[in-house]
């Protein structure tokens, strides 16, 4: 895709860091981790032949440590989740819990996500994509590392089938009011109709996406939890 070509020093939205892995994660990552853990390959994904079957398919960005995935997959049987995250301990850890409750609907990427669906998805093909409470990059020289900039949105516009939905949440208020000026700006973009945003741009969260113990951590500290969904405009 034009003006995605990766330069020689990209920018990430991510830091990799260590992280201490538990016994149950590392047996996961032994054990299932040939099953659910698809390698990343720069040549478009066969979903059928990743999931054995068809169906609509939603691909998490930096799911952490798979709480809310596993628990949206569960609920969600039908519908094929594609998780995309760097760290090993969140990977290990959300292979723990597919073992643990049979999900057979998830499948697991670690790997850069620009990359990812650059390279991996296909136009026009995503049921939908979640983005839930992305690193907020706090300070002011850091805010070029957002994920939630013009030429990612653009780019997972584009990965999105007509109608399918890109769902952000943050409880971050300054990322969340430049999270809506770029959906909004996005041409390809528009609010869901079956979630009409309020008056201030923001969407009621709805009933698919379980609170976290990282949102009800911000809510403790006051910050306001913000949900926006945008749907890929119809032909």
């Known amino acids: 895709m034009e003006g995605l070509s990766a330069p020689r020093r990209p920018i990430r939205s991510f830091v990799m860091r260590g992280?201490?892995?538990?016994?149950g994660q590392q047996r996961a990552l032994a054990e299932l981790g040939p099953r659910f853990v698809l390698p990343y390959q720069p040549q478009p994904l066969d979903l059928v032949q990743a999931f054995g079957r068809r169906a609509p398919c939603v691909l998490e960005i930096g799911f952490g440590m798979g709480d809310a995935t596993a628990r949206i997959a569960a609920a969600h049987p039908h519908t094929d989740y594609l998780g995309v995250e760097v760290h090993v301990p969140g990977v290990g850890a959300l292979l723990k819990r597919i073992g643990e409750q049979g999900l057979a609907n998830l499948r697991i990427v670690q790997h850069d996500a620009v990359e990812v669906l650059r390279d991996m998805v296909e136009p026009g093909t995503l049921a939908a994509v979640h983005v839930y409470f992305p690193d907020p990059w706090h300070k002011l020289r850091h805010h070029k590392r957002r994920l939630i900039q013009p030429p990612m949105?653009?780019?997972?516009?584009?990965?999105?089938?007509?109608?399918?939905?890109?769902?952000?949440?943050?409880?971050?208020?300054?990322?969340?009011?430049?999270?809506l000026e770029v959906l909004q700006a996005e041409p390809l973009l528009r609010p869901a109709s079956a979630h009409p945003p309020g008056a201030d741009g923001f969407a009621p969260r709805p009933p698919w996406r379980p609170p976290t113990k990282f949102e009800q951590r911000g809510l403790r500290l006051g910050h306001p939890v913000r949900d926006l969904l945008f749907e890929r405009a119809q032909p």
Do not use: K, N
């Not at 992280?19 to 016994?23: A, L, S």
């Not at 399918?164 to 430049?178: I, K, N, S, V």
């Open 19 to 23: 992280g201490r892995i538990g016994p």
């Open 153 to 179: 949105v653009a780019l997972v516009a584009s990965r999105l089938a007509p109608g399918g939905l890109l769902h952000c949440a943050t409880d971050w208020e300054p990322y969340a009011q430049q999270m």
